[in-house]
């Protein structure tokens, strides 16, 4: 170590190299902005239907395009945000649990994602219950995990009520939405 205490020696990052995190915020930004960018474009070339009289806010490309606008502005926030990280990372073990604990994460909302559409969905239950489940299920199990990382222990009841809430409000919210506005069939 140098007299002046710089980390250099012990294998740290250089002075003002982003940590883990603000290089990961940054690629996975310009990641989901690219996806958002290629949904849009693709959404737009999607037939309009007028020659059937298809109402413009019921086209199939609407959604979509909605959604691709959403993930450019929301990947451009990750950029926007791991841009501002650039900092000294702590340490190179503390900046690897980060990394465990994001694809940790990746992998728990993987797994309830593929729960809700694979054997939920279309299965005989209907829409409105299945995805009150689904974020009900989501927001406890995610909410746990933020608990025990800042080493917090929850209020069930609470969480659980509020969960509930949220999900049932949801489940119909979507449910209304897709069924009387998109005019789409929901199972």
């Not at 037939?47 to 502005?73: F, T």
């Not at 926030?77 to 503390?94: F, K, P, Q, S, T």
């Not at 689904?134 to 927001?139: K, L, P, Q, T």
Request: charged share 10%; hydrophobic share 50%; glycine share 16%.
């Amino acid at each position: 170590m140098t007299a002046g205490g710089s980390a250099a020696g012990k294998g740290g990052p250089p002075a003002g190299a982003p940590s883990g995190a603000a290089r990961a915020d940054l690629g996975e930004g310009l990641g989901w902005a690219g996806l958002g960018l290629a949904i849009l474009v693709l959404s737009l070339s999607m037939d309009r239907l007028a020659e059937q009289g298809v109402e413009p806010y019921a086209v199939p490309g609407l959604l979509p395009g909605l959604l691709g606008i959403g993930m450019m502005l929301f990947g451009g926030l990750l950029v926007w945000r791991g841009r501002g990280m650039v900092r000294l990372a702590a340490g190179g073990a503390r900046t690897k649990q980060k990394s465990d604990l994001r694809a940790g994460r990746l992998l728990v909302v993987l797994a309830l994602c593929l729960t809700y559409s694979v054997a939920l969905v279309g299965h005989g239950i209907p829409f409105w219950l299945a995805s009150w489940v689904f974020v009900s299920a989501s927001i406890l199990v995610l909410q746990h995990g933020a608990h025990q990382e800042a080493g917090r222990a929850p209020n069930w009841t609470r969480e659980i009520a509020l969960a509930t809430f949220i999900g049932l409000c949801a489940g119909v919210f979507f449910t209304v939405l897709f069924q009387y506005f998109f005019l789409v069939h929901l199972p």
